[in-house]
């Protein structure tokens, strides 16, 4: 690959390095350059261009992520289309997501061109996350090293998902009068919650004395019920564990099993007990798995439900990364992702701040241009209102007078940007530093511009959002082109704050690393009106 400045007139077939701004168009980072592009640039005046050109042996960007993403086994995994050199892969169900370092390091070590990046190894995850990312850094890179690298990965896999099988669990709880019946509910409680990712749950529940025959005794009752024996027993002692010769240690051997492990090296959750009896595990959970918190108790019982009977070596290997006390982003994970969430909130952002500079010499503003007797500005907050966006915020700044009063009476926050000259990035930064917006799970960016939109659109954009769970941009397309309105989720709203110049969000939807969710609009997703001549064509009649 040769990378540098180019002359436009031999640019046939390159591949711009960077996104070049046209008065009339567009030419994105990546596009490459066909001869009618060339003959664009020179008629605009453009004489060169910063672009790589492909050797015989190079795959561009795209080509060259698919091939490595489909090296990689698909179970219980979905993969996205490859864009900006970039395949996303997500779990497809609940469950323990595996990775082996020694051949992530070996293929990242085949070039600094082709990287993957993964969450770390047993992590515990849900249907939809983003579990691993393949990149490819520059435009294109040696074929050669894609055979390498991809071959790394479907001689042994790289990562696993282990889905989640349902467990009938059955629970046993020691009583001593210093422990309050209160609390033996609410860990019951936290258990079940525990247990509903994977569509378990507690099978039986026995509350006993806290002694070494009366646990015993517990484990044999468990495990004689006919018809329904349990795949798990979990014991919650009313005191904790202080020696391999405590009660439930000491139970589980009384009962005719073996105890594989007493302690653990990850805190909270030192003072677990993993013992079986026959087939069946038994885990004596540590005081702190009563809270939702996560402990080491959900490692263990993780690898448990995916079918995996944790060694000796694998628990006492768990000590770098164990220390969790300490771990803001961890409060109650678990009671999130299983408890009923409120409904994701979502608002709007109507960009109505430009300045229209190219709807000619007579002055007439294209937001206050008439569609069926209603100003185009006040159409597109009132589709996002009716679309459901709540709160929805539009920004001002040319003719601001004139554009507040032709929304007057809708319920729509108005933030005015006295910079709006110097382009979008500005509007962009105005909307998301409105007080309105910054508690929501995502913004719906709107063009006040788009007549063709409908409530109905934006009700789509909305509810694929929410499908995802706010961990994906969703974007309108048209015919398979990337269109607006595109809703960004609150990840980042700090990058959108940062923006600088006469761009929009877009540098931001293909640089987070967030999967991008396409959704099919047609016609209306493309459809603005920046000349008078488009907003003739498209039905409307100018006015101010």
């Not at 030192?270 to 069946?280: A, K, M, P």
């Not at 994970?333 to 009923?340: G, K, N, Q, V």
């Not at 679309?387 to 005015?416: C, K, Q």
């Amino acid at each position: 690959m040769n990378f540098g400045a180019f002359p436009v007139a031999d640019g046939a077939g390159l591949v711009l390095a960077h996104s070049l701004r046209l008065p009339d168009r567009r030419f994105a980072k990546g596009h490459t350059l066909a001869n009618g592009d060339v003959e664009t640039l020179l008629a605009a005046g453009v004489t060169s261009v910063i672009a790589c050109r492909l050797d015989d042996g190079d795959l561009g960007e795209d080509e060259a992520a698919a091939r490595l993403a489909a090296a990689i086994d698909p179970s219980n995994l979905t993969l996205t289309q490859a864009t900006t050199g970039r395949v996303n892969i997500h779990a497809a169900c609940n469950g323990l997501f595996i990775a082996d370092r020694d051949i992530v390091d070996r293929f990242n070590r085949v070039d600094p061109a082709v990287t993957f990046a993964c969450l770390a190894d047993h992590a515990d995850v849900r249907a939809g996350d983003l579990v691993a990312t393949v990149k490819i850094i520059p435009l294109a890179v040696a074929k050669d090293h894609v055979e390498r690298a991809a071959a790394i990965f479907a001689a042994q896999a790289p990562v696993r998902l282990k889905a989640y099988a349902p467990h009938d669990v059955a629970l046993i709880a020691t009583e001593l009068p210093s422990l309050k019946a209160s609390v033996m509910d609410k860990t019951a409680d936290v258990l079940a919650r525990r247990l509903q990712p994977s569509g378990s749950r507690i099978l039986a529940e026995q509350r006993v004395a806290h002694g070494e025959k009366a646990v015993a005794e517990a484990i044999g009752i468990s495990l004689a019920r006919h018809g329904e024996r349990p795949r798990m027993i979990v014991i919650f002692g009313a005191s904790a564990m202080v020696d391999a010769g405590d009660v439930i240690p000491q139970a589980i051997r009384h009962a005719g099993g073996e105890v594989l492990q007493v302690g653990l090296p990850v805190d909270p959750g030192n003072l677990l007990v993993l013992g079986r009896v026959g087939d069946v595990p038994v885990v004596g959970a540590p005081g702190c798995a009563r809270s939702p918190k996560v402990n080491g108790f959900d490692w263990v019982m993780n690898r448990l439900l995916a079918g995996e009977w944790p060694t000796c070596e694998a628990l006492t290997g768990l000590g770098v990364g164990g220390l969790l006390m300490e771990i803001p982003s961890r409060p109650l994970p678990r009671e999130r992702a299983t408890t009923s969430r409120p409904q994701m909130s979502v608002g709007a952002l109507v960009l109505a701040a430009g300045r229209a500079s190219r709807m000619g010499v007579d002055g007439h503003h294209k937001l206050l241009a008439e569609f069926d007797g209603e100003a185009l500005v006040r159409r597109s907050v009132r589709i996002a209102l009716d679309g459901g966006a709540a709160p929805v915020v539009a920004v001002t700044g040319y003719r601001a007078s004139e554009i507040e009063a032709a929304v007057s009476g809708l319920d729509v926050a108005l933030v005015h940007n006295p910079d709006f000259a110097s382009g979008m990035a500005s509007s962009l930064r105005a909307g998301f530093a409105s007080p309105d917006l910054r508690d929501c799970d995502g913004v719906m960016v709107v063009l006040a511009d788009m007549p063709g939109l409908t409530a109905a659109d934006l009700q789509r954009l909305t509810s694929v959002f929410r499908e995802q769970r706010g961990a994906a941009i969703v974007r309108a397309s048209a015919g398979g082109k990337r269109g607006n309105p595109v809703i960004l989720p609150k990840a980042v709203y700090e990058a959108v704050r940062d923006l600088e110049g006469d761009i929009g969000a877009r540098s931001i939807v293909e640089g987070s690393g967030l999967p991008v969710i396409d959704v099919e609009l047609g016609a209306a997703a493309h459809l603005d009106v920046d000349t008078p001549d488009a907003v003739a064509l498209a039905g409307g009649v100018l006015k101010g």
